[in-house]
């Protein structure tokens, strides 16, 4: 019997549509990060940051079927992330993060997406200012 992965018990799919539909509704207000994507429509980033994060959590593995290695820092040089902009990100994420309940995203497991992202954001940062 496989253990229950992170992914499954937070919910599932369910949940991190919720949390990355949240973060982009977000983004398209955000003075800071809009401007940096460079599509018009932000749906299929929507899908590329949900895929991957879904995966890193155990669950399905279609980012890497369609995108291959993730390669997150190589794919973020063309955008200057400094500290502004990991600000931004995070606060959008964390929004999105707040609008799952606590029946479905325990105290424990909440600490753990938040503290992930929080590191992996800090990763990102290509630019001192
Ligand atoms: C892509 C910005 C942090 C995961 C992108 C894109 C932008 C961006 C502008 C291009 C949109 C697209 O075409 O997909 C930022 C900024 C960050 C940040 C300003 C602030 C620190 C993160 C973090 C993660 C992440 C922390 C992961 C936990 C991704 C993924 C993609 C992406 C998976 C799509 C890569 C691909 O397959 O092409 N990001 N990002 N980003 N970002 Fe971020």
Known sequence: QATTSFYEAVGGEQTFHRIIAAFYRE???????????????LGPAERRLRMFLEQYWGGPRTYSDERGHPRLRMRHMPFKIGPVERDAWLRCMRIGVAEIEPEMLDDAHRKQLLDYLEMAANSLINSEW
Do not use: F, I
Not at 29 to 36: G, K, M, S
């Open 27 to 41: 983004v398209a207000a955000d003075e800071v990060l809009r401007p940096l994507y460079p599509e018009e429509d």
